[in-house]
């Protein structure tokens, strides 16, 4: 499976921005969703936006459930980062859809204040250690290789088509990508004991 070492290597040094190119993989963020669902349970709608959607961190903290019509299968980012275009809209996949679920509110923010940091935070404490903005990476590698639109993912990502196709295209193959947006409440909930019980012996 591909690892945050290998996606290094694959990317070389591209970029976005002065970031240097790592991926999640689709076990990484099952991993995730299991630590988070344990730890922190209100901060699954913010992963979802993470993994799911491709948000920024800032964007992420800043979202209000207001802009979120799950009926409709779209999100619209709250606050885009500046120099980005505003108000774009995003897809929501079924997955995302089935993790927003449970937690969905008609308004308020979506998150606590530093979701990002606390997710990556009781990532690592349970010995998972994610690529830097590896959520987002992964998603728009994803989202190219299952839709084969690099114009309409750069949309629904605020980066322009020349970046996607620079950095994004080909990193990963259709059945990673099927896999990481396969990730549900009923899948990760099969390997939730297995994964706990490696975190504690871990910690011991």
Request: aromatic fraction near 6%.
């Amino acid at each position: 499976p591909l690892d945050v070492m290998t996606a290094a290597e694959r990317t070389d040094s591209a970029q976005e921005g002065n970031e240097v190119i790592g991926l999640v993989t689709p076990e990484q963020l099952q991993t995730a969703y299991i630590l988070i669902r344990k730890k922190a349970p209100e901060l699954i709608p913010a992963l979802t936006l993470l993994a799911m959607c491709g948000m920024r961190r800032a964007e992420t903290d800043r979202q209000d459930w207001q802009h979120i019509d799950l009926s409709r299968k779209i999100l619209r980012v709250t606050n885009a980062k500046p120099n980005t275009p505003a108000y774009r809209l995003i897809a929501l996949p079924d997955c995302a859809i089935e993790w927003l679920f449970k937690y969905r509110a008609k308004v308020g923010p979506l998150s606590p204040k530093n979701a990002t940091d606390r997710i990556r935070r009781i990532c690592r404490d349970g010995n998972l250690i994610l690529a830097q903005n590896g959520f987002r990476h992964m998603w728009i590698s994803a989202r190219v290789a299952t839709s084969g639109d690099i114009n309409g993912t750069s949309l629904e990502a605020g980066n322009t088509p020349r970046v996607l196709i620079k950095h994004y295209r080909e990193l990963v193959s259709l059945q990673e990508a099927q896999a990481w947006f396969g990730i549900t409440p009923s899948t990760t909930k099969n390997r939730s004991s297995k994964v706990m019980n490696l975190h504690q012996e871990a910690v011991a």
